[in-house]
């Protein structure tokens, strides 16, 4: 076990197409839900995990986003500029790589919360260990979750180690958009735009690939409908 990252990626540049018209003026990042905004609840948990310096990497309504967050003082904000082209999540993460630098950090997407009935991140910060895994997910139980209608992702192995879905019809766990990883595991992919999701099953191949679940209720919100929802079930604590 090792110490906790105390950098992180926080992944903000999507155009959020699935969120309008509530993003016909703002990025997804600025949607609020509770009377606070997606990404100042991801920030807020990162602050509370231990996390004093942020990249943030921002396209649609880029100059909104970043006057927001400059009023943050609570730790240091650096601004990854994806405005001339979406990089996805791993081109999004190497496009970073100078900014984020070389120790393990979190990466966070900003359209998840969640209600902690234990303490996710420092579950997840306490499993960290770079000399047996290159990656480890944040992960929830599909029963009881708002916003997502999968199937699910994997299976968690009694040794914390993950495993997709695969060929089985659906699965108990779904990733939460939350992980610990070395930056590293991007630098070998392709310039421009390039998803995360082969990187980690390469991982999960190589038994590089770890996880924990939550102990609580987490909400997707990525459409209007999963907003209201999450609403609610914010406001029923």
């Given at each position: 076990?090792?110490?906790?990252?105390?950098?992180?990626?926080?992944?903000?540049?999507?155009?959020?197409?699935?969120?309008?018209?509530?993003?016909?003026?703002?990025?997804?990042?600025?949607?609020?839900?509770?009377?606070?905004?997606?990404?100042?609840?991801?920030?807020?948990?990162?602050?509370?995990?231990?996390?004093?310096?942020?990249?943030?990497?921002?396209?649609?309504?880029?100059?909104?986003?970043?006057?927001?967050?400059?009023?943050?003082?609570?730790?240091?904000?650096?601004?990854?500029?994806?405005?001339?082209?979406?990089?996805?999540?791993?081109?999004?993460?190497?496009?970073?790589?100078?900014?984020?630098?070389?120790?393990?950090?979190?990466?966070?997407?900003?359209?998840?919360?969640?209600?902690?009935?234990?303490?996710?991140?420092?579950?997840?910060?306490?499993?960290?260990?770079?000399?047996?895994?290159?990656?480890?997910?944040?992960?929830?139980?599909?029963?009881?979750?708002?916003?997502?209608?999968?199937?699910?992702?994997?299976?968690?192995?009694?040794?914390?180690?993950?495993?997709?879905r695969g060929e089985a019809p659906e699965a108990?766990?779904?990733?939460?958009?939350?992980?610990?990883?070395?930056?590293?595991?991007?630098?070998?992919?392709?310039?421009?735009?390039?998803?995360?999701?082969?990187?980690?099953?390469?991982?999960?191949?190589?038994?590089?690939?770890?996880?924990?679940?939550?102990?609580?209720?987490?909400?997707?919100?990525?459409?209007?409908?999963?907003?209201?929802?999450?609403?609610?079930?914010?406001?029923?604590?």
């Amino acid at each position: 076990m090792s110490a906790r990252p105390t950098t992180a990626m926080v992944l903000a540049a999507g155009l959020g197409t699935r969120m309008r018209p509530l993003t016909d003026d703002r990025p997804k990042a600025l949607v609020e839900v509770g009377g606070r905004s997606l990404i100042d609840h991801v920030l807020d948990r990162l602050v509370a995990a231990g996390v004093t310096r942020a990249v943030v990497n921002v396209h649609w309504f880029a100059d909104r986003l970043e006057a927001h967050l400059k009023r943050r003082d609570d730790l240091q904000i650096v601004i990854s500029d994806e405005r001339a082209e979406l990089l996805e999540t791993g081109g999004g993460l190497k496009a970073a790589r100078a900014l984020v630098g070389e120790d393990p950090i979190w990466v966070a997407n900003i359209d998840s919360l969640w209600i902690d009935r234990g303490d996710a991140l420092g579950d997840l910060a306490r499993l960290w260990d770079p000399e047996r895994m290159d990656a480890a997910l944040l992960l929830a139980g599909r029963e009881g979750s708002i916003g997502w209608p999968g199937r699910g992702d994997g299976f968690l192995e009694a040794d914390g180690r993950f495993r997709f879905r695969g060929e089985a019809p659906e699965a108990p766990l779904a990733y939460m958009g939350v992980h610990i990883t070395r930056p590293q595991v991007v630098d070998d992919g392709p310039d421009g735009p390039f998803s995360l999701s082969p990187i980690w099953r390469r991982l999960a191949d190589q038994g590089r690939l770890y996880a924990a679940v939550m102990d609580g209720d987490w909400m997707h919100v990525g459409d209007p409908g999963a907003r209201d929802a999450a609403q609610v079930r914010l406001e029923a604590g």
